[in-house]
């Protein structure tokens, strides 16, 4: 009989100070985690290859972050921060909005340019999105346009400084290609050129999916029986020639290597059906434990919040005791935590 949890099991301590708050001098110089055995292993994240075999297929999420973030003020003059979820056909858009009061449908925002030397005016449209939460506007213009040139880097909500050039260039993965996300896959973040072509001259494969982060990945469990929460929903693509790649590795034998929970759930969720099918949805796939994995063999990911859906999803993956204990060694070896920090490197456990 499976273990029943609840929102207390996925709890734990994290000194502040291991929070990062800066990326790693060098992308591939961060640490790695290797948790596919006991003891667990301590490594630097360039090391990667040589945990993984030949054969292997690591599937990465290629979307590319935007600068989502928003700053303005509605016609009465009151401040606005926005965060651009959803970029729709038409110049419209959904958003998170706050404002000492929320502008009705018919009102218009003006958004500034961070150095103030630009600004463009949106019309509220209403509220729209997964059950009406968002503010849905529209542009006026190409919106990914508007948004790089006004916008700001969508730093996490633990992450203290203000955006800046390295964020630009630094909260974002060496292959982004296809715009939309509202937070990175962080653990792309680790991947540099070098390290993929050593990766890939070891014969490791490379195929990849897109699902645009949403904001909804930072967003809180409130509810003690987890199986109340009701999670977020992202688009997600993947192509044929992922499908393919992945059934040659099982075919052969290899490994299919998950970089990152946004990946994870791109791949799984295709899979919901039994098969891995091609194409795109969005998706609001819900992994805790006793989930029956179909895809995902391994799995490369950050250290997740407390409380967090991601640390459950990790925890379906690999078992709770030993991703709690693997929590407890890194706490205890300084690991940094969340999406700037180190990263570890998981097995799914046995049936």
């Not at 990465?60 to 970029?87: C, M, P, Q, W, Y």
């Not at 509202?182 to 001259?201: G, N, Q, S, V």
């Not at 195929?207 to 409130?222: D, E, I, N, S, W």
């Amino acid at each position: 009989m499976s273990r029943s949890y609840t929102l207390a099991d996925f709890d734990f301590e994290l000194p502040p100070e291991l929070i990062a708050q800066h990326p790693a001098a060098e992308r591939s110089g961060s640490r790695l985690l290797d948790g596919t055995r006991w003891p667990p292993a301590d490594h630097i994240f360039r090391e990667l290859p040589s945990l993984l075999r030949a054969g292997d297929l690591l599937v990465f999420n290629d979307t590319r972050v935007i600068k989502a973030r928003l700053l303005g003020a509605k016609a009465s003059g009151g401040s606005v921060e926005a965060l651009v979820e959803r970029v729709l056909p038409g110049n419209e858009v959904w958003m998170h909005l706050r404002a000492s009061k929320s502008p009705k449908a018919g009102g218009r925002v003006r958004f500034t340019s961070g150095d103030g030397s630009s600004s463009f005016e949106a019309e509220v449209l209403g509220r729209g999105g997964p059950e009406d939460s968002l503010f849905h506007l529209r542009f006026p213009s190409e919106p990914f346009a508007l948004i790089e040139r006004h916008g700001h880097v969508p730093l996490p909500p633990y992450i203290t400084h203000a955006d800046d050039a390295d964020d630009e260039r630094r909260y974002q993965t060496v292959f982004a290609a296809n715009p939309g996300a509202a937070a990175a896959p962080t653990a792309a973040l680790h991947f540099d050129e070098a390290l993929l072509a050593e990766l890939a001259a070891r014969g490791i494969g490379r195929a990849a999916v897109t699902l645009h982060v949403g904001a909804g990945t930072f967003q809180p469990v409130r509810t003690d029986n987890i199986a109340d929460h009701r999670m977020h929903s992202e688009w997600f693509d993947v192509p044929q020639s992922t499908v393919d790649a992945i059934a040659a590795t099982k075919a052969a034998g290899g490994r299919v290597v998950s970089v990152g929970t946004t990946t994870l759930r791109a791949l799984e969720s295709a899979a919901a059906g039994g098969t891995l099918q091609a194409g795109s949805r969005d998706t609001a796939i819900f992994i805790t434990p006793g989930f029956d994995f179909k895809v995902i063999d391994v799995l490369v990911t950050n250290f997740h919040l407390p409380k967090s859906t991601l640390l459950m999803l990790v925890s379906a993956l690999a078992g709770h005791d030993r991703v709690m204990g693997l929590y407890r060694h890194s706490i205890e070896h300084g690991y940094r935590f969340f999406s700037y920090g180190d990263a570890m490197l998981l097995e799914r456990a046995a049936a």
